[in-house]
């Protein structure tokens, strides 16, 4: 299956400090998504990196990409209390079928 | 990105009545939309695939009779939860595909059946 499984399933971190979560696929991917979802609430999308894309940037994100150990992280930087949520990656085959979700890893940044 | 809105946003409903949640996409058209199932603290469960003009297809192990799925249109779609039941109560999300490889969620509607 085109299932993500991430890594810790917790976390817990000081404001300021980084937060790193992993995420491992077992099929080839077209890309890689990270979302975040809030307690209660849906799910936002936070960055896609594409298979031939090894690193990309988005603000306080970092997300890198290894597709010869199927593997990518999310780094968040200079953490905040509004980063506490859940951290969603969905690997998505070249046929873009449905996106399946693991567990996810759970953030809590206390202040 | 493109915007994918729920409603309603939560509802309550009593055991036995059926409770029908809309999926749209407001600024692009989305011949697939996909409905997903998540219960407290655990992650999405596909339910099943929506694609506009033909009939949903359904994951294993989820009952196509009870969760019925209507894509008539290219932007929406809507899941009917009949006869609900109180293990029903969950937090039902859809998300529309825009071209092969990316998707957009909606919000979400959190469903208590009592």
């Known amino acids: 299956s085109q299932q993500g499984e991430e890594d810790p399933q917790a976390l817990s971190i000081q404001e300021g400090e980084n937060a790193t979560m992993n995420c491992s696929y077992k099929?080839?991917?077209?890309?890689l998504q990270w979302y975040r979802q809030n307690s209660g609430r849906g799910l936002v999308h936070l960055i896609l990196i594409r298979s031939n894309e090894r690193e990309k940037h988005s603000g306080r994100l970092r997300v890198t990409l290894d597709t010869s150990k199927k593997s990518s992280s999310l780094l968040i930087t200079a953490s905040r209390a509004a980063d506490t949520a859940s951290y969603f990656c969905a690997p998505v085959n070249q046929a873009g079928t449905a996106l399946i979700f693991g567990k996810g890893t759970t953030l809590s940044v206390s202040s | 990105g493109a915007v994918v809105s729920q409603h309603p946003s939560w509802v309550i409903c009593k055991s036995g009545t059926s409770v029908k949640i809309e999926c749209r996409s407001l600024d692009f058209q989305a011949t697939t939309m996909f409905w997903y199932r998540q219960f407290p603290k655990q992650s999405l469960m596909l339910m099943a695939t929506?694609?506009?003009?033909?009939?949903?297809?359904?994951e294993q192990g989820v009952e196509k009779d009870k969760f019925l799925i209507n894509h008539a249109s290219l932007t929406l779609s809507t899941l009917t939860v009949t006869s609900a039941h109180p293990e029903d109560s969950s937090f039902y999300i859809c998300?529309?595909?825009?071209?092969?490889?990316?998707?957009?969620f909606g919000p979400g509607t959190r469903l208590t059946v009592l």
């Open positions: 998300s529309a595909r825009v071209g092969p490889q990316e998707q957009f």
């Open positions: 929506s694609n506009e003009g033909s009939k949903a297809t359904y």
């Open positions: 099929t080839s991917i077209n890309n």
